[in-house]
């Protein structure tokens, strides 16, 4: 399974992306995908998750700013993300997974999200 990111790049505060995640390589179903972020020296941070029924869940730090969405006929998530701040400025990883039984785990190699101040 390959996940490719995209969408990530510099932005003044209070801007705005839409990143894209497009999963390919599998014939089976996701069951939760979602986006993770890791800034230089932290660990890495959830910021969404949606399974392929269409529940979201987010992180504090980005509820009311951030919104989740997911095509499951293209094997894609989006993350539009909103008056962002120069603390969201991070590595964007997208993640995927199926039921805990399959124990697997896909990542992205991410795409860099950077907000000035």
């Known amino acids: 399974v390959q996940l490719v990111e995209s969408g990530g790049g510099l932005v003044p505060a209070g801007g705005s992306l839409r990143l894209t995640c497009a999963a390919s390589g599998s014939d089976f179903i996701l069951n939760v995908m979602g986006w993770y972020r890791q800034a230089p020296g932290k660990q890495r941070e959830l910021v969404a998750t949606?399974?392929?029924?269409?529940?979201?869940n987010y992180a504090d730090s980005v509820k009311g700013r951030c919104t989740i969405s997911r095509d499951n006929a293209k094997n894609t998530i989006y993350l539009q993300m909103n008056s962002l701040k120069p603390e969201d400025t991070a590595v964007y990883c997208c993640n995927g997974r199926r039921p805990a039984i399959f124990r697997d785990n896909y990542w992205g190699q991410g795409t860099q999200v950077t907000v000035s101040s």
């Open positions: 949606i399974t392929n029924g269409g529940s979201a």
